[in-house]
């Protein structure tokens, strides 16, 4: 048996076709799955192996555990969980997702600060991947970005089986200015890595979506940390300036 090789995802699987140069350049233009031909009525073997090979990862991602051993490595000493029972509670009743155990609150109160203008807290979300891809360069950044700034910024945390509504629940417990939450997007076919930033200035607990600012496709093909930080960072700024975040905030 030859060396497995990982499956190419961008090759032309259409034999011979009419036109090369207009299927390369939507190919080019795209990263979902086009050209990747037929034998019969079925897709190449390839073909459909990358596939799979894509939707397991997407499904690990969703389903997969963020190590303790990484978030030490992130410098992150404060692990705490939403009321979700599980993974599978939290994927059923993605409101669990808003509203921190009493645990949680108490353990969150004992080790950070209350009142600081920025605080960061992390969430596996849907992709635990993200998480593990993008924290280790985003994280320092943006502790860099605020300093750089002087905006005084509170010790970051990890949050299991988060929503984004637990911007609120965190701003009730914290009271930041603003409450900055790194979650991990849905992954799917493409990728698996995808973060979010959800922030919010003085968040209730009756804040809708319209309340909050996203910056989403963080990652290495996408906005790479290192722009998102400085990004998340002006987004403060604006916010500390206009006191206000949401559609509200000009940009």
């Known amino acids: 048996m ?23 350049a939507m190919m080019r233009a795209t990263p979902a799955r086009i050209a990747t031909g037929r034998v019969g009525p079925r897709p190449p073997v390839d073909a459909w192996l990358s596939f799979r090979l894509d939707e397991a990862a997407a499904k690990d991602a969703v389903w997969n555990r963020i190590p303790d051993d990484f978030l030490t490595k992130c410098g992150i000493g404060l692990r705490v969980s939403t009321i979700c029972s599980s993974k599978l509670d939290y994927v059923g009743h993605p409101e669990k997702g808003g509203i921190l155990t009493k645990e949680a609150e108490a353990a969150i109160l004992a080790h950070c600060k209350k009142g600081v203008q920025a605080q960061v807290f992390i969430s596996e979300g849907l992709s635990s991947s ?96 290192m722009e998102a930080a400085a990004t998340i960072v002006d987004m403060v700024k604006r916010m500390l300036d206009q006191k206000v975040s949401g559609v509200a905030l000009k940009l």
Do not use: W
């Not at 030859?2 to 390369?24: D, I, Q, S, T, W």
């Not at 600012?213 to 990652?219: A, E, L, Q, T, W």
């Open 130 to 225: 993200a998480v593990e891809e993008n924290i280790p360069d985003l994280l320092p950044a943006l502790k860099h970005g605020f300093e750089a700034a002087h905006i005084s910024f509170g010790t970051p945390f990890y949050v299991d089986n988060g929503r984004v509504r637990l911007l609120n629940d965190v701003s009730r417990v914290l009271e930041p200015e603003v409450a900055i939450m790194l979650i991990g997007e849905r992954p799917g076919l493409v990728t698996q890595t995808s973060l979010s930033a959800y922030l919010a200035y003085k968040a209730k607990m009756t804040d809708t979506d319209g309340e909050r600012n996203c910056i989403s496709n963080i990652y290495s093909q996408g906005l790479n940390p």
């Open 2 to 24: 030859g060396e497995l090789k990982a499956f190419e995802h961008r090759a032309m699987g259409v034999k011979n076709p009419y036109n090369r140069e207009a299927l390369e």
